[in-house]
Structure formats: C-alpha cells, structure tokens
RNA sequence: GCGCCCGUAGCUCAGUUGGAUAGAGCAUCAGAUUCCUAAUCUGGGGGCCACAGGUUCGAAUCCUGUCGGGCGCACCA
C-alpha cells in the first residue's frame, strides 16, 4: 500500500498551490472555490501529459477571460523543473508535458510496490459489506446468477483496492416457501432413491436432476425412516438437509468462477434469533410501522382473489414508495421484506457501508429496502450509507432463440456447464466489458465459438509476450535492470504513461464502483503494449532487446517487466489469469 | 397507467462523472512476418451520439418532454 499519492494527484495538489498563490496575489478572490477544476490526461496524449480546465472554471471569479488567467497560471507553473512545458491551447485549457524524469520515476515505483501498484489508501480502513449472488438455495447457479456474481466480486475486489475492509456476504434464503417445495422435492426424490417409482415428476416440484443426488444422499442419511412418514415429520429435516446440499452445489459452483464469500446468512437463523421482531418494535414505537390495509393493486386488473386485510405496514411512501409495504402476512409469517429489513440492520452493526448487488428483476423493491434502512439507521446513530446496485438482465439465447431459465423446468444453461466450456477467464471477463445496467445478450453458441476472439486473450497475451522476452533475456544472458532508465526514449515512455495510470483508474473506478472500467484500461493498455512490441518489427532499434546494447536492453526489460506486473495487477483485481504462455 | 434501466458506426460495446476533431473490437477493403510469440500491428471507408427543446464559456454526458426497447408493479422470493 502505498502512502504516496498518485502521480496525478501529486500534481493537481501542485496546481492547487498555484491557485492559492494567485489568490494571495489578489488575481482570484480569497476562498475562491476549486472544486470544479480537474486536472486530468488528455484525450489526445498530442495534447501533452496533463491538462486542466482551472482557468476556464475560475475566468469569471478572476473577473477576466479564460485565456488571460491561463497566462497567470502558467507563469507559476514555468517555475517546476518538473515540468517541461506548460500551454495554453483552445478555449483555455493549460496543457502539460512533464519532465521524463517523472515517468522513469514511475516505472521505479511499479517495481519497489510490485503487487502493491494500484492498490490506494483512499478509503482506508473503511469497512464495506458487499452482499452479491444469494441466489435461492434451491438449486445450481445458472447464467441468470453469473453476472451478478462476477460484478459483485469483482466490486468487492475493487474496493479492497481502494483500502476498505470488505465483507463478501450471501444472503441465504431458506426460510420462505420455496424451500417447502424444495424439501418436498428431495423426499420424492430419496423415495426414488429407496426403490420407489415415482413417475412423472407432479406440478408444484422441481423436476431437475440435479436433485437426485440429494434423494440418494438422503437415503444414505434416513434410510427408510421417513419414505412413509407424514410430511409434518420429516419437512423441517429435509429442509435443513436440503438447503446444506444445495449450499454445497452452490459453493462449488461460485468456486468456479474463483467467487469465495466471507459470510454466509441465513434467513432461518435471523428469524429464531428474533431480529425481526426487534425490528418491528423499534419502527412501530416511531410510527414507521401501523397496521393498515393495503389499496389493491392499480393499473391491470386486481387478482380475483384480493380482499382487503389489516397487515403490519412498513411506511415507505414517506421515502417515495408508491405503496406502504407489509413487513408480515395474514399467516402472521414474515414477508421477504420484512425478514430482509431486519437482515440489513444485522449487516449495518459490523459495518460503515452496505452495498447490494441485485438483478434488475428487483427493481421494484429497492426503494422499500432503502427506505428501510434509512429509517432504522439513523434512528440508531450514524446513518449508514447503503446502496444497491441493480444489474441488468441477462438475456439468454440458444443460437437466436431465447432460453428459458427457469429451475421448475430444469433446462437451464448451467455456470458449471459454461466454466467447462469456455474457461472462468472468458466468462469473468465477458461479464465485466459491459456496464452493468446495461442489458446484454448471451448466447451460449455464440460465447463458445467465439470465445477464441475474447479479449480476456488480448490481454493475457501481452502478459504472455512480456513473460516470453524475459526468458529469452534470461537464456542470453541479459538482465533486467532499472539502473540506466534514462536510456529509455520517447517511444518508451509512452508505454510508461498508459501503465502510470492504473492507480488512477482504480480510484475512479473504486469511486465511482465500475469495476468493468478496470477490464477497459486493461485492454488499452494491452493494446499499448501489443502496438511497442511490434515497433520492433521495423526498426531493430526499438525492439526490446536490442542487439549489442545490453545496457538498454536492460532497461527496456525492466520496463516491460512493470508492464507486466501492471497487466497481473489488473487481472488480479478481476479475478481473471495472467497466463505466462498461450 | 406508474416506477427503474437502456438507446452512440452494419453488429457488439467504451466514452476519464460537463472538456478540445465522439473511440475500440467484429465485419469490410489495402498493407506489414529471412527479425523478441502475426492469438499481433499499420492504414482506409463507415456517425443527425433516438428525436425536440432547455441549462453554460462548452452537452453523447445534466434538466424537461416525445418516441422506441427491457425489467418490475403480491401477503411470492
């Protein structure tokens, strides 16, 4: 970890100094207010190194035009010896080109923090729960559960990066109704497995297979105690057992795809240990909870069945529900809502940030939840800040044609079935070069056979290519040094610059919780590599080993070596291989 | 009807949170391997950033409206 700002930060910290001396000079108003300047790279690297807008942002406080206070800036700037050049282009923007110094500088920095290069200490310390899959245990992941759960994990990895303490947790749904049917599924399924035959298996199970593994399990497990018994007698058992298997199918699944959560919570233990319960009696004795009746629903028609009923309701129109919420049903059971609120103050005690990762399918329920915790943990203290990010569906084709997910069918495409296919690499990787709240298409045919052309390759290809021309230094002889870097050329430096700002990139992206921007910088910065090395196929002086110059062959396997150990950093923070050959 | 998300090249998508001439890949056309891995690279063609207003030095990005697509609108989970 690094205590050390980011190069860029370093120098938007120098910028600011300047404008806190004109300040004193009386060219900006005392307590002029920054907060709109940026100082960035520029789109167009022909621009220079850096750029910032700060003279056009603060022309009209100065009481003068852009261009004019440019001027005054950049008469300050001039002074650093770190910086080679400073002008004034377009309507304002002063454009910066740093001294090589900085960049050889940076390529040291990569190899002294080695694995440590890009992690930050921006939100240090900070404990985040990030909640992402808690899928139903009711049967084996599906692609329907994929991309949430590389989204998630990859997020969590981010924020590691960013110096949070994370908390990868799954929330385990057992205790509603599916898990009824569940338990009932398996019990057919285990008398099947004693030697009955069970026929067609009836509406209202699920049909899959993978549950006949669990029926033998659980024969192994009863014998023959329960094939007979009344379900009151062997329900509550084979649903424990059956959650616990699913729980292992569902483990190894994420396992796959290199997914280990820290904490597993289940539902059941939250409601015996009461919490909800607590819950009510905290939102009730500040007027969050009445009982009410609910209007019947508007729009289409109302079911045929609705009849009014007083039930326990949860005021989420005051946080701009359309709609009071029921925390319990007319069974006196709880609603998933009103179990989840109370699992969200369990997670708020251990933690200063809750973020949840759910399909867009929920969308519906976000403000309720949000509500929820709002009300709770500000009546408790500290708010906590809490957010859920929404991540859109997954459509799911077959060759053109969509594909049904659903588990009552058990025709799905399964993670299992997709990791064999193509690899965790390419299946981590596709999820991640898309925004998430962007729907996507996957078609399973089409993923395989084009998974050759995944840019998840790209990439581990360049890492591939910086391993191979390490070994042929190693067999002649040659090794890398950081000793001469100033032998290093334009051409070279260029490469530095796109690596120096993986740093950067991490903040933004750990700000802004986008980890797909990290796959993004990754492959440009793959590109940059790819684009250096084939340099070399013209001009035997640009190639990185350069015959008969060992002393810049040294440094520019120096310098390739931090690429790759920029490449391995990326991947890492994505769960993704960096291969040493392809 | 209401809520949330999306609309950028023929296709799949980026776009540094409001910056300079809107970028990649695939596809297409033309090139580069006696030479560190050609799973690579260089170049060409291809755009009303869905549409219309607004905000300001400056808009693909922010606001309003319209159109189009997705998801949701139980005491289910």
Redesign the pocket.
């Known amino acids: 970890m690094s205590d050390k700002p980011t190069l860029y930060a370093a120098f938007a910290q120098k910028i600011d100094a300047v404008l806190a001396a004109l300040e004193a000079e009386g060219v900006l108003p005392a307590d002029t207010p920054r907060g709109?300047v940026?100082v960035?790279?520029?789109?167009?690297a022909?621009?220079?190194d850096l750029?910032?807008?700060a003279a056009?942002?603060l022309?009209?406080q100065a009481k003068t035009n852009?261009r004019a206070l440019a001027e005054k800036i950049v008469e300050h700037l001039q002074r650093d010896p770190l910086i080679v050049s400073a002008e004034i282009?377009?309507?304002?923007?002063?454009?910066l080109k740093l001294a090589p110094q900085i960049w050889t500088e940076e390529v040291a920095a990569i190899a002294e923090l080695g694995d440590d290069y890009g992690k930050s200490a921006m939100d240090e310390g900070r404990r985040v729960n990030v909640e992402y899959v808690s899928a139903?245990p009711t049967g084996p992941m599906h692609m329907g559960h994929c991309r949430g759960a590389v989204v998630g994990d990859a997020l969590a990895s981010l924020l590691e990066h960013a110096g949070h303490q994370v908390t990868r947790e799954y929330y385990v749904?057992?205790?509603?109704?599916?898990?009824d049917t569940l338990a009932r599924s398996v019990h057919l399924r285990y008398r099947e497995a004693l030697g009955e035959d069970i026929g067609e298996i009836p509406e209202g199970f699920y049909p899959g297979a993978y549950l006949v593994p669990v029926g033998e399990a659980a024969a192994k497990e009863f014998g023959d105690r329960f094939r007979t018994a009344p379900e009151d007698e062997w329900l509550a058992i084979f649903r424990a057992f059956a959650v616990e298997r699913m729980m292992d199918v569902i483990k190894s699944d994420l396992a796959l795809l290199g997914i280990n959560h820290d904490v597993f919570s289940s539902?059941a233990a939250l409601q015996a240990a009461k919490k909800p319960e607590a819950a009510e009696a905290w939102l009730r004795e500040h007027d969050f909870v009445y009982d009410g009746v609910?209007e019947a629903?508007?729009?289409?028609a109302?079911?045929e069945d609705?009849?009014?009923?007083e039930?326990p309701l949860f005021r989420s129109t005051k946080f701009?529900d359309?709609?009071d919420?029921?925390i319990?049903?007319?069974?006196g059971?709880?609603?998933?809502?009103?179990a989840?609120l109370a699992y969200h103050m369990q997670k708020a005690e251990n933690a200063d940030e809750l973020i949840d990762i759910w399909?867009?399918?929920?969308?519906?329920?976000?403000?309720?939840i949000k509500a929820a915790v709002a009300a709770l943990s500000e009546g408790q203290g500290e708010p906590v800040p809490f957010d859920v990010k929404?991540v859109?569906?997954v459509?799911l084709l077959r060759d053109g044609e969509p594909a049904k997910m659903s588990k009552r069918s058990g025709n799905f495409v399964t993670i299992a079935d997709m990791v064999e296919e193509v690899g965790k690499d390419v299946v981590r990787f596709s999820m991640l070069?898309?925004?998430?709240?962007?729907?996507?298409?996957f078609d399973f045919a089409k993923v395989v056979e084009?998974s050759?052309?995944n840019?998840v390759?790209?990439v581990?290809?360049?890492h591939?290519?910086i391993?191979?021309?390490l070994?042929?230094?190693d067999a002649e002889g040659i090794t890398p040094s950081g000793e001469q870097l100033d032998l290093l050329t334009e051409d070279d430096l260029a490469l530095v610059k796109q690596a120096a700002?993986f740093p950067?990139?991490v903040e933004?992206?750990a700000?802004?919780?986008?980890p797909?921007?990290i796959a993004?910088y990754l492959?440009?910065l793959?590109?940059a590599f790819?684009?250096?090395?084939?340099?070399?196929?013209?001009d035997?002086e640009?190639?990185?080993?350069?015959a008969q110059n060992a002393r810049l062959?040294a440094a520019?396997l120096f310098l390739a070596s931090q690429i790759g150990q920029v490449i391995r950093n990326g991947l890492a923070l994505l769960g993704v291989e960096a291969?040493?050959?392809?």
């Open positions: 709109n940026s960035e790279p520029p789109r167009d022909s621009h220079g750029a910032t807008n056009m942002v022309a009209k852009p282009a377009g309507p304002g923007f002063i454009n139903n749904n057992d205790a509603g109704g599916q898990v539902e609910l629903p508007k729009g289409k109302p079911p609705w009849e009014p009923v039930l701009g359309d709609q919420r029921p319990k049903k007319s069974d059971k709880w609603t998933y809502f009103g989840d399909g867009a399918d929920h969308a519906g329920t976000v403000k309720r929404l859109q569906m459509q070069t898309r925004k998430p709240e962007a729907q996507m298409d084009a050759k052309d840019p390759f790209y581990q290809y360049a591939a290519r391993c191979s021309i070994r042929k230094a700002q950067r990139e933004a992206a700000r802004a919780r986008e797909h921007r993004f492959y440009d793959a590109a790819h684009a250096f090395w084939n340099l070399g196929n013209d035997a640009k190639r990185i080993i350069v062959s520019r291969v040493e050959e392809l």
